[in-house]
């Protein structure tokens, strides 16, 4: 029987002690209800409460991660993205994070929500994708001013995915190939500019000096005859100097015929018609 009793007090005692006995961890806060009524927050450490009156409800205060799903959103120029962001806040109030608000996390993630939604909204699609730091910066003031009441602070906010239309994907792709082949005509004519001077300026050095356009036909020569290809190449001096050579035989030859006297040391040879009763002569040699 004593043993009995002995084992109902030490079960009472123990029952007491657990209920009286509470470790607030290092990263938490804890904050103290007695009789329904806030009594402050209770730091790190063992804490002792009164059975039955007291209750500790801890709060972590590392910072959480909040992953904010993806939103179809009707960009300002009518284009409509699919955006994912994340959220990182944490609690620097514990009795306003209990006191004031029923589910920080849930509260925080919807309005997380619906503020991407407000704030992707209002720009454009480029805007959208090239200026995304100013956007962070922008969802992130607005969850500040509406989680300071809650005892929280929002630390960053990123988006972490953009999602286009594939008939959107295409016509981006057709922009942007559109623009290399611009820059790549642009480039080209710069090139031919540069080149249209540079030949400006050897044209007029060679004609300061022909022999150097003699020395440059001699020199595309030896590159053609590197190949060993059978393409025979007369450059235009030569064609030239062709032509004059065909003009000087022509009048040589002219000055060699009959009308003009005949070369020297050869007779020209008369022939004659006879008639019918007398035999044909031929003048001598």
């Given at each position: ?194 080149a249209a001077a540079a030949l400006g300026e050897a044209s007029d050095t060679m004609m ?70 007398r035999p044909s002569q031929v003048a001598p040699m």
């Amino acid at each position: 029987m004593n043993g009995l009793i002995v084992a109902i007090v030490i079960a009472v005692v123990a029952l007491l002690l657990s209920l009286s006995v509470r470790v607030v961890k290092q990263y938490e806060q804890g904050v103290l209800f007695r009789l329904g009524k806030v009594q402050g927050a209770r730091l790190p450490g063992l804490r002792l409460l009164i059975p039955v009156v007291d209750i500790l409800h801890r709060v972590t205060l590392r910072i959480i991660t909040l992953p904010i799903q993806s939103q179809g959103i009707i960009t300002r120029d009518n284009v409509r993205v699919d955006v994912s962001a994340v959220a990182y806040f944490k609690v620097v109030d514990a009795v306003k994070s209990v006191v004031a608000i029923e589910n920080v996390h849930a509260a925080i993630d919807q309005i997380a929500q619906t503020t991407l939604r407000k704030v992707v909204g209002q720009h454009t699609l480029d805007q959208t994708l090239s200026e995304t730091d100013q956007i962070n910066l922008d969802i992130r003031k607005i969850l500040d001013i509406a989680t300071v009441e809650w005892g929280v602070e929002v630390t960053l906010v990123e988006l972490k995915d953009i999602q286009l239309p594939d008939s959107m994907k295409r016509a981006m792709a057709r922009q942007a190939e559109a623009e290399r082949e611009k820059r790549a005509k642009i480039i080209n004519a710069e090139g031919e500019s540069l080149a249209a001077a540079a030949l400006g300026e050897a044209s007029d050095t060679m004609m300061a000096h022909p022999l150097a356009l003699q020395l440059r036909n001699l020199q595309t020569l030896v590159e053609l005859g590197v190949d060993k290809n059978t393409t025979v190449v007369f450059p235009a001096p030569l064609m030239s100097t062709i032509g004059e050579l065909g003009t000087f035989l022509a009048r040589e030859s002219a000055a060699a015929s009959p009308h003009n006297g005949g070369q020297a040391g050869v007779i020209p040879v008369q022939a004659t018609t006879p008639p019918p009763d007398r035999p044909s002569q031929v003048a001598p040699m």
